[in-house]
């Protein structure tokens, strides 16, 4: 009943609630990055949703105008802290996981939810995907998950897969409150942010 239904009344009931501080904080953050260097705000990612349906994910933008997608040998986004593609301001975007906080818009429509594993690229087809893809998106990505809230960038994508694994076989309300509250631990400690 949980995973059926009262996760997305839920989902949808917290990002409405969230929805003016959002749009107070867009103003703000968005203020700052258009300043930084004249590009756009956002940063648009092609995604893989529930059951394999693509979206677009929202992003406030950390890197420069036309930055090079580079990516570490398991296919996971390379993350570093003097990376030289992040601007000043995307640095501190993303340390404090602000840049994140566009996503609250997909979870509204319906794309994400707070909590579920991290959406992954378009690159590999649905058709293509192991039964532990699949598994994976059998649920809502989120915007943050048992792997994020836990391992963040310290484990390999294939060991992050697994876990979300898990957390489908688990999901509950009661989990889904333990990976908030871990998350925000994380976030706050800043803790295995660079998989270096």
Known sequence: MYKKFFKRFIDLFLSVLCLPFILLLI???GLIIYLSDRGPVFYTARRMGKDGKPFAMYKFRSMRVNAPDLRNADGSTYNSDCDPRVTGVGKILRKTSIDELPQL???LIGDMSFIGPRPSLTTTPYCQY???RKKRVSVRPGITGY???YFRNSISQEQKFLYDCEYVDKLSFG?????ICRTVASVIKRSDIYNE
């Open 27 to 29: 103003i703000f953050v």
């Open 105 to 107: 818009i997909n979870v």
């Open 130 to 132: 192991n039964d532990i």
């Open 147 to 149: 792997s994020q809230a």
């Open 175 to 179: 989990l889904d409150v333990k990976i």
